[in-house]
């Protein structure tokens, strides 16, 4: 197929993009390239998307299948003007955070989704539910319905940036010294690994998938993933649990960003990993077992350094306080 990929350089476009090559696919990234490079045996059409309609220019040709992963509605919605007629398929990488509810188990497909964005509003982190949504709409609109909504859960695996998955079992490996958790062992998490996302992606573009599905992880417990960071990293020391207002109540944040515990949720968000993912997997949607997810990500922790700087989960003297508070009050 002749594939084109709106993006290429970073996590997931990357990994699109190198299956797409490694299956003998004619790939080409269209990417401004600030950062990183499109992976080898690609076409690089350098452009800076934020720079309007003229982006497109370079874009020669038809394509069997254009993979979007855009989060601002306005680039988005001028690809498609610039490419949608051109396209055999469309794939617009959306998101979960697309729906109004979290607090719903085993919500599909069919869940009431956020208004989408309202045009001329500038799209934020604190609007990307909106922004994704908005980006869904224009994409059907274009395509007359014929498009993959890919709407993807919480992405792990190796080269993840937002250092989300990998804390756990990179904190495990960095040190035996007390480990602070949040007290949530029955709770679910739901990790979708990039490489299965990607080769997900391409397969439902061969077979011409269409609408939206759910690209979710199967649900693991919170005490499960534990266990087997622990173990996978062969960590000694003692694991210290905490209540959530205990640790709100200490300043630690949910989910993500510094001095948070990653995959912790607030109240109020039991579907948020726990939404069906039956739909995607009866069109094809296949994943390896966690496990393995969890042992490349540690390798690639440990790559990167155990030690070094994070965006997300808490820093070392952070933890340190707690456990001493914690251990105090015995």
């Not at 254009?66 to 490419?83: G, K, Q």
């Not at 990488?93 to 509810?101: E, K, N, T």
């Not at 726990?274 to 997997?281: E, I, K």
Request: proline share 6%; charged share 20%; with cysteine.
């Amino acid at each position: 197929m002749r594939i084109l990929v709106l993006g290429g350089t970073a996590f997931l476009s990357s990994e699109v993009a190198r299956q797409a090559v490694a299956a003998g696919h004619q790939v080409t990234c269209l990417a401004r390239g600030s950062a990183a490079e499109p992976p080898a045996g690609v076409h690089w059409v350098q452009a800076d998307r934020s720079l309007g309609a003229n982006s497109y220019t370079e874009l020669r040709g038809d394509w069997d299948a254009v993979i979007e992963v855009a989060r601002d509605p306005v680039p988005a919605t001028e690809a498609l003007t610039a490419v949608a007629n051109r396209a055999g398929h469309w794939t617009f990488v959306s998101s979960c955070s697309v729906y109004a509810d979290h607090s719903t188990p085993d919500a599909a497909e069919d869940a009431p989704l956020l208004q989408p964005l309202a045009p001329g509003t500038k799209s934020t982190p604190e609007n990307y539910g909106e922004s994704k949504a908005a980006i869904e709409q224009v994409t059907l609109k274009a395509t007359g319905g014929k498009a993959h909504l890919c709407r993807a859960g919480l992405i792990g695996g190796p080269g993840d940036g937002t250092d989300r998955y990998g804390y756990w079992p990179a904190r495990f490996a960095r040190d035996n010294r007390p480990a602070v958790v949040p007290d949530i062992a029955s709770h679910a998490t739901q990790v979708i690994d990039v490489r299965d996302l990607a080769g997900w992606i391409l397969t439902a573009a061969e077979q011409e998938v269409t609408g939206p599905l759910n690209a979710v992880g199967n649900r693991v417990p919170f005490g499960d993933y534990l266990e087997e960071s622990r173990t996978a990293a062969g960590y000694g020391g003692e694991v210290l649990s905490a209540s959530e207002d205990w640790l709100v109540g200490h300043g630690i944040d949910y989910w993500s960003g510094p001095d948070s515990l990653p995959l912790w949720l607030p109240p109020g968000h039991d579907g948020f990993c726990t939404r069906s993912n039956q739909a995607a997997r009866a069109a094809g949607l296949t994943m390896a077992p966690w496990q393995e997810t969890l042992a490349d990500t540690l390798a690639d922790e440990r790559r990167q350094g155990l030690e070094r700087r994070r965006k997300a989960g808490l820093a070392p003297a952070t933890e340190a306080r707690l456990a001493e508070e914690l251990l105090g009050s015995r």
